[in-house]
């Protein structure tokens, strides 16, 4: 059994449960042990007091976000050149981990329903999409010119 200062352990049934005659410097250490163990549960409770660093936030003008392409939406999407011929489909769209921005786009060419294409790679500023995000076009492009592109692989 593990007592406190401060805190009485129950009687056992069977043990007088007389209590013993305490002078007033017991009792008065009994009662402000009470009153730091309160103190110290609610200090406790409510946490330490820490700086708060964390995120600032910023705020966003909504209007500008609603003119934005959803990554979601565009992924799918048919890849075609400026003579309006299909050369891919948009598979994945890249983040340039140190300059978080939308670096790459991630084409997949050549193939039939999704089977036995090859994945490369171009810089996504070099991708023109339409406002409603349903056109893409890759001006000057060919599949047989992606097709020369070096593979990529999606690392494991």
């Keep these: 059994m593990v007592a406190f200062a401060g805190f009485q352990t129950p009687s056992p049934s069977h043990v007088d449960a007389t209590p013993l005659p305490q002078s007033p410097t017991r009792a008065a250490r009994r009662s402000s042990g009470w ?36 990554i979601s939406k565009l992924v799918g999407t048919t890849v ?20 978080k921005q939308l670096s790459f ?29 349903q056109k893409i076009t890759l001006p000057g492009a060919s599949k047989d010119e992606l097709k020369k592109l070096s593979a990529f692989n999606y690392p494991a």
């Design 80 to 99: 075609i050149n400026d003579k309006n011929e299909k050369i891919g489909t948009i598979d994945d769209v890249v983040a340039d981990k140190d300059k």
């Design 105 to 133: 786009a991630v084409l997949q060419v050549g193939g039939f329903l999704g089977l036995g294409g090859q994945l490369v790679v171009v810089p996504y500023d070099s991708l023109v999409i339409d406002e409603t995000g």
């Design 35 to 70: 009153i730091i163990w309160t103190a110290l549960a609610v200090a406790l409770a409510a946490g330490p007091a820490l700086p708060q660093a964390g995120v600032q936030l910023v705020k966003v003008d909504l209007s500008v976000v609603a003119k934005g392409y959803r």
